[in-house]
């Protein structure tokens, strides 16, 4: 499948080109990959996967793919990423198999971490060597062909969790793609992974999307919604996420995230207790934490 | 007090000019103001009162202000804008109220509106007639006088909670002084302003606050910290907002804001249901209505 009419582009500026790479699920995190490598000049041809006939039609218009291809092709590819709801990765996983190129490099870029290696194990046996877990840490309140952005993972975080059966060279091939998107990449264990995006990345999305249901629900919702202002747009944002990626992401780390969430009702317990109590030096003390703490966090 | 300097500029493009506008409290909310009626030409002289010496002549550096004046003279301005946290507007309007101007004009920018007229009655006595309570829906992270901007209420709504004691002209030229700053006014009764604002704004910075609280306290909150990406800086920015100032708000409006805990906490516990049960169509109906409602919400 190497194209013989890009042979003199094999080398890009920084590094080799990815012959064919496949996508499956050619939306916002996918998407944005196939155009931030095409852009970059790191990619030869695009092949996407998707349940969505209409979907892949779109993302073929929009020049995010050259061809959609069937799961079983894909697995030929020199480089499949996996940009699907990491509730399905599995079934997929298992799918691909037994289609599976000697050298093909499989990755992903799923929010959780600890399931994802577990669900890879069991349907790849012994050649779960070739799967090389990522989690580009970014994203967008939209989803869709159309939301794919080429410049959606510049300067922003990629974490990869290798697994000991990885050889380095399929690491580095992993690394090298997301740094040609204008990655920085780190890599970590996989349950520390889980660990730390519970509180960072997963907690807002569920508070987030609580507070809107509860907003959305209320018999006066218009009138409320009418004066809201910047800071419910920015608070809010991240609540319009895809329900069904979030939703296997809340599933999939569920354990961390619900002992974070007792940690916040704590807090929320301790707001409450000072409001009812007319106490304002406890709650102006825990604000000054928050505000400061927010303040000190890195500008962007 | 009239600057017979500007006397030819007593008319401005739009409206009426302020001839001395006294500004309370000359950070981020009140500098704001005098710097859009500035831009506008619509304000003679901007005095300013604060309680830090160091502060104030930072906002004469930054142009805000043309001099510090005690609260006593401010007294004697044609409109004088109270802009500090609404826990200490009952005593502030109590120490002007000896030394108010016949014709002066007090309006305020506090953002809650039943407390704080209670508290002017209380102050002010059969001089109430002469404040119209307002509150501008803008605001930022920063406080300050170096974060006053004059395209702060440009696009925003301001709601006015006129007082039937109210002369129609008062009311129309505290309407007029934040049209001159961009915003667009609407008038509000003061119990129906704090019902919906806890909500829609108070619930959001809540929230945000608690959580923020919660993964800084963390033993790991450097390195958790260090992965957040552009979900948690948007979800948190209105943390870093004046304790001071919501600590006020919070107390003031306790009764409504705890009234939509209660509702947000119902809604957290149906995901943890969810989530404990390992049921992916409860968590994705959440999910789904939280998205919906958030696309929906009017594009800026």
Not at 20 to 31: N, P, T
Not at 113 to 135: C, I, M, N, T, Y
Request: proline share 6%; net charge neutral.
């Amino acid at each position: 499948m190497t194209p013989a009419a890009t042979g003199a582009a094999t080398q890009g500026a920084e590094g080799p080109l990815i012959p064919v790479l496949a996508v499956i699920g050619v939306g916002l995190i996918g998407g944005s990959v196939a155009l931030a490598l095409r852009q970059a000049g790191r990619v030869g041809r695009v092949l996407g996967v998707g349940r969505n006939a209409q979907s892949l039609a779109r993302a073929q218009a929009l020049g995010l793919i050259d061809a959609a291809v069937t799961p079983e092709e894909a697995a030929q590819a020199d480089v499949v990423l996996l940009a699907t709801p990491v509730g399905g990765l599995g079934a997929m996983l298992a799918r691909l198999r037994p289609h599976l190129g000697a050298a093909t490099l499989l990755t992903d870029a799923g929010s959780t971490k600890a399931e994802v290696v577990e669900a890879a194990r069991a349907a790849l046996g012994d050649r779960v060597a070739q799967f090389v877990p990522g989690h580009p840490i970014a994203g967008a309140e939209r989803s869709g062909p159309e939301a794919a952005d080429a410049g959606l993972y510049r300067g922003r975080t990629v974490i990869l969790t290798p697994l000991p059966e990885n050889p380095p060279a399929g690491v580095a091939r992993v690394r090298d793609l997301w740094q040609a998107c204008g990655a920085r990449v780190i890599d970590m264990d996989a349950a520390a992974h889980d660990r730390v995006l519970a509180p960072v990345s997963h907690m807002p999305h569920l508070l987030a999307a609580a507070y809107m249901a509860q907003v959305a629900a209320a018999a006066d919702a218009p009138a409320r919604l009418a004066l809201a202002g910047t800071g419910f747009r920015d608070f809010t944002r991240i609540a319009a996420g895809s329900p069904e990626m979030w939703r296997d992401i809340f599933l999939s780390n569920r354990a961390a995230l619900r002992a974070e969430l007792a940690a916040v009702r704590a807090v929320l317990d301790q707001a409450e207790q000072a409001m009812a109590a007319g106490d304002g030096g406890a709650l102006e003390a825990l604000l000054e934490r928050a505000a400061q703490a927010r303040r000190n966090w890195r500008k962007e």
